[in-house]
């Protein structure tokens, strides 16, 4: 198996296994802990992604899918992705503190923005992942199609139209 990949499939088996583990062991209604545990893995695996792309092999990676795809600026684009990838993750992490540390409206402003902020990133992903000059080899998991990114901004949308109906 492929150091990349694995590397990657690690960071996210780990992510997921604290997350669930913080969550079974925390109290409230079924419905309540799954919407804070895919809020809280959203928030966790957008904050190590873009933490991530400050480290190597991961800051190559993201550097080649920037230059081959053709975005403009590209150094602005590499910052711009690893900061908003970042700051929509601490979003979705600010919104657990609900009524403990901020208050509804606040939680619906912050989740708003980083569902904004994540189908920005993710589509601008999607645009990297079928450009025909970026090798799957630069790519998360080495996938030509972009399934790990519509997965997140699937999940993204998901969670907002959940809330949006609570």
């Known amino acids: 198996m492929n150091k990349q990949i694995l590397l990657e499939a690690i960071m996210i088996g780990t992510m997921f296994l604290i997350t669930a583990g913080y969550f079974v062991r925390s109290k409230g209604s079924a419905a309540s802990k799954a919407i804070n545990f895919v809020t809280a893995l959203l928030g966790g695996f957008l904050v190590m992604a873009g933490t991530a792309k400050f480290f190597l092999p991961f800051a190559d990676i993201f550097s080649a899918q920037i230059a081959l795809s053709g975005l403009p600026f590209p150094a602005l684009s590499k910052f711009a992705g690893k900061m908003g990838e970042i700051f929509a993750g601490l979003l979705y992490l600010a919104i657990l503190t609900e009524g403990k540390l901020i208050s509804t409206k606040i939680s619906t402003s ?8 994540t189908v920005v990133i993710m589509s601008v992903a999607v645009y990297v992942h079928l450009s025909p000059n970026v090798p799957a080899e630069v790519l998360p998991l080495q996938s030509k199609p972009p399934v790990l990114t519509v997965l ?15």
């Open 152 to 166: 997140v901004m699937l999940i993204s949308l998901g969670l907002w139209f959940s809330k949006r109906k609570a």
């Open 110 to 117: 912050l989740l708003h923005l980083a569902t904004m902020l």
